[in-house]
């Protein structure tokens, strides 16, 4: 049987990452693209290893070691004397293992996270997965927990936010991927860790935060965080940058961490942030602006500003990260930055499905960049003369 040559793939694309990789993996990575873009289907034939020397450009070892890992993850099957074939459970998977994929997070009840789980649960349900949720409470060791149980219970695929104190530790996912389970790691990628993951740069989110304080005149301002990690000083790096370029020194940027506290109590949290606002506004500087890493913080910063007599915007303006999605209460007046967390759930979850349905390694290191707007609310004015 001859097989005709498909379009020869497009290797330039990422050149400089593509030609870091071992060409076997090169050459796995063209062929699993030819899959999932549709160029052969579940039964049909593959061209031969000659075919693929000349299409790919690689040697025919190169070609043999790419087709023996694409076989031996189940996404092809070589008959003998008919030659290789896209295998016919592409796309059928979903008897293997549970029919579920899970989505981990420090709190899926409050703040963002919420919006995140929608547009997760929705994507799932469109491709009939069913959701499970667990929440980590940003405690390495119950994720961990998590970790192993879901191993247990064999689901299918795993979308999670990384606890931050401490680091996610890479043998957690290892262990995942190791059960051939598929990862997807959200808003932060791991050290060490081979699986796709969908971002947003914590540099570019402090850049903005401080092009709209400085828009406003703030001269003195604070951001407010729970403890330090890379997104946490990364939109510190990217704050203090704006205003550096204005000639303001870092003694500008005033910041206020209340430290890695559980998350199962809230007004343990609500307490510290209420310390620190207080210690910011009793200063010899107190700033004009305070910006809060999340919507849950600024509301707390909110209401204890007015119980210390401060009006906002007025006295003090307040800014926050959250999600896109429309807020209700005290958080939809505040203004700030956004990502379309929903949107960043949906993409979780299809990523999942194309790795499993072997239509994406399990190993791919894809990074998905999603932008950060500004959202007007009713917290943001000049600074006070």
Not at 159 to 172: G, K
Not at 257 to 277: F, H, K, N, P, W
Not at 312 to 324: I, K
């Amino acid at each position: 049987m001859t097989t005709p040559h498909p379009p020869k793939p497009d290797l330039t694309i990422e050149a400089a990452a593509v030609a870091a990789r071992p060409k076997y993996q090169q050459a796995y990575e063209a062929l699993v693209a030819h899959i999932r873009s549709g160029g052969a289907k579940a039964g049909e034939p593959l061209p031969t290893e000659l075919q693929m020397v000349e299409w790919l450009g690689f040697s025919r070892n190169t070609v043999r070691q790419a087709l023996a890992r694409l076989e031996s993850e189940g996404l092809i099957e070589r008959v003998q004397g008919r030659g290789t074939f896209v295998a016919e459970s592409i796309g059928k998977r979903k008897g293997e293992q549970l029919d579920s994929f899970a989505l981990i997070a420090p709190d899926l009840r409050q703040g963002d996270y919420p919006s995140l789980l929608l547009g997760f649960e929705l994507a799932c349900s469109a491709d009939q997965y069913q959701t499970v949720v667990a929440n980590s409470m940003n405690d390495v060791a119950k994720q961990g927990d998590i970790v192993l149980q879901l191993i247990d219970e064999r689901i299918g695929g795993v979308a999670m936010v990384p606890v931050t104190w401490p680091t996610t530790p890479a043998y957690q996912i290892r262990q995942l991927q190791r059960n051939r389970i598929p990862v997807v790691l959200c808003h932060r990628s791991i050290e060490g860790v081979s699986a796709p993951a969908i971002i947003f740069s914590g540099v570019e989110q402090g850049r903005l935060v401080g092009q709209i304080l400085r828009r406003h005149h703030h001269r003195h301002v604070a951001m407010i965080y729970s403890h330090e990690y890379a997104m946490s000083l990364d939109r510190l790096n990217g704050l203090r940058e704006v205003f550096a370029a204005d000639g303001l020194d870092d003694s500008h940027v005033a910041t206020a961490s209340y430290g890695q506290i559980t998350l199962e109590s809230a007004e343990v949290c609500a307490r510290a942030i209420r310390q620190e606002v207080a210690s910011l506004m009793s200063g010899s500087q107190p700033p004009t602006a305070i910006f809060c890493h999340n919507t849950p913080d600024a509301e707390v910063t909110y209401l204890h500003l007015r119980d210390l007599g401060f009006r906002v915007p007025q006295d003090v303006s307040l800014l926050r990260f959250g999600g896109a999605w429309e807020q209700h209460g005290l958080g939809a007046k505040i203004s700030g930055i956004v990502v379309d967390e929903q949107g960043l759930g949906k993409k979780a979850a299809e990523l999942l499905h194309e790795m499993r349905a072997g239509l994406r390694a399990i190993d791919d290191t894809a990074e998905f960049l999603f932008a950060t707007q500004e959202r007007v609310g009713e917290t943001l004015a000049d600074a006070p003369r």
